[in-house]
């Protein structure tokens, strides 16, 4: 018979131990450790247990867990410490035999159910450890969504960043501490925000209202959101090259040749679990990709100053590659010579010698060889023409 989990994450929300359940009950009082952040720990009674402060920033907790390890140990977490929770760290970190978890009522259930709203049609954000610019690729007009923040204080800078992307008429319900005897519920304007006081812990909810730009959701997002210097794969080549990727769950991406970063930016709008890698030769074309992520809240993409196939070396393999620049012969017989079979790979060329490049390889290695031309309306004397623009030739193939 195993032996029971000596670890156990028991979510606590603002009413304390008077807010929990039977069975949560008995784990704290069987307790001989207590681990949370202080103000968990001031809502429950001292048991005669032993109790630590969770350390910032929340890693260095860990080491400290660990060393408690055959003793009953309980750490407090907020709500339920499965959602944007400390829940999922602990799991990763310890084995599925070593911790149970006891999860309390959610804090956006709670606010979903002050504010008369289906959960099931409101997204949800943790910020309280992330980036505002998280919310930048789903603001529309008519979003409703609850967003946890770090404290007081980041509720104007909220209202801040809502005005500065153009969504200046969004409505906020503030909600502090809910749950528990200080619950606190106003409604007000952005304006109304930035002048107002608020206490930790709260979130938000949003009705997005304003004529700030909404992001379209199908791939080829608009080229004038991401900052460039010109080199850029334009927005009708994006969504063909975002098409041949062919994202899926959990996949990393290697962006070679990253230019705006836009191809890899757009890779990790498709799904939160994605993850990507843009190298990039150019220092300052490295700089524009990390701000064109910071900006677009993609803060899942890795940014490698360097020349392919030598900047390639230690870095996680990728489930899928992108060429968009510095094809050659080298980088090609590296990338075959080391990725697993399996791999997927889009290459994109639009100079001749890159081109037979890619028709040699499409004969040695088969796969799918595409060629894209296109053609804007532009003036032509008093009257339009058609102006093209250079063909691309995009190979696509599984190694």
């Not at 900052?227 to 009708?236: S, V």
């Not at 393999?317 to 012969?329: A, C, E, K, Q, Y």
Request: with cysteine; aromatic share 6%; charged share 20%.
């Amino acid at each position: 018979m195993s032996e029971a989990p000596w670890l156990t994450v028991l979510g606590l929300g603002e009413d304390g131990f008077d807010g929990l359940s039977p069975a949560s009950r008995q784990v704290l009082d069987r307790a001989e450790v207590i681990m949370g952040p202080p103000r968990h720990l001031s809502l429950i009674p001292d048991n005669g247990a032993k109790r630590f402060e969770w350390p910032v920033p929340f890693s260095d907790g860990l080491p400290l867990l660990q060393q408690q390890r055959g003793r009953a140990t309980v750490v407090l977490a907020s709500g339920d410490p499965f959602w944007f929770g400390a829940g999922s760290v602990i799991a990763r970190n310890f084995a599925a035999g070593e911790w149970t978890a006891l999860p309390g009522q959610s804090t956006f259930s709670l606010a979903a159910a002050r504010l008369g709203w289906p959960l099931e049609n409101t997204q949800t954000f943790g910020l309280h450890a992330a980036p505002l610019t998280r919310l930048r690729p789903h603001l529309s007009e008519g979003l409703r969504s609850i967003v946890l923040l770090r404290d007081g204080p980041a509720v104007a800078e909220l209202a801040t960043y809502l005005t500065e992307t153009g969504f200046a008429d969004t409505q906020l319900h503030v909600m502090e501490a809910l749950g528990g005897p200080r619950e606190r519920t106003r409604s007000m304007s952005l304006t109304e925000a930035l002048l107002g006081s608020f206490e930790h812990p709260v979130c938000v909810g949003l009705e997005v209202r304003g004529a700030g730009k909404a992001f379209p959701k199908a791939s080829g997002k608009p080229d004038e959101i991401f900052e460039t210097d010109g080199q850029i794969t334009k927005r009708p080549i994006r969504a063909l090259t975002l098409s041949a990727l062919a994202p899926q769950r959990d996949e990393h991406l290697w962006d070679i040749g990253g230019g705006t970063g836009s191809i890899s930016i757009e890779w990790l709008m498709c799904d939160p679990s994605l993850t990507a890698t843009s190298i990039e030769p150019r220092a300052e074309r490295a700089d524009r990709i990390r701000r064109n992520a910071d900006s677009l809240g993609q803060d899942r993409l890795q940014v490698v100053h360097g020349t392919a196939p030598d900047a390639l070396s230690g870095l996680p393999l990728p489930d899928v590659v992108f060429i968009g620049g510095g094809l050659s012969t080298e980088l090609m017989n590296w990338l075959q010579e080391t990725l697993p079979v399996g791999t997927r790979l889009v290459a994109n060329s639009v100079t001749l010698e890159s081109e037979a490049l890619l028709a040699t390889w499409h004969e040695k290695l088969g796969g799918d060889l595409l060629r894209i031309e296109l053609a804007h309306s532009a003036p032509l004397g008093p009257r339009r023409g058609w102006k093209s623009a250079y063909p691309v030739v995009q190979w696509s193939v599984t190694l």
